[in-house]
């Protein structure tokens, strides 16, 4: 699920710091993760050494704030069985006897419980 999930985040990082979302595949519903800041956002490099090290810190305050990012979306986005779509909770359905998205649900006639409402 984790590399689903990154496939579909979109970045929205600037100098300040991190920010993602993902789109659901069934009803285009974003999820937008909170700003994760950058420890040297407000911070002029006074060298090109500097620059460098900064740039090298924020690309690895980058990747801590997408393994973030991404265990946040596991609670909000789920795998169709069926389809194979990302969807939200909102378009997932707990069903009887396999979970699905709702459109499968409805093209299988199967019942189920929206994951939240």
Partial sequence: MKG????HLLDHSDEKGFRFSIECGECGRKWTSRKYPFSKADIEAPTKEKKIIYSILYEREKKTAVARVIKEAEFEFNLCPVCGK?????????CEDLDMCSKCAALLKEKGEQVVG
Avoid: M, S, Y
Avoid at 4 to 7: G, S, W
Avoid at 89 to 94: A, D, K, L, M
């Fill in 4 to 7: 689903i999930l990154l496939r």
């Fill in 86 to 94: 990302l969807v939200c909770n909102h378009c997932f359905r707990i």
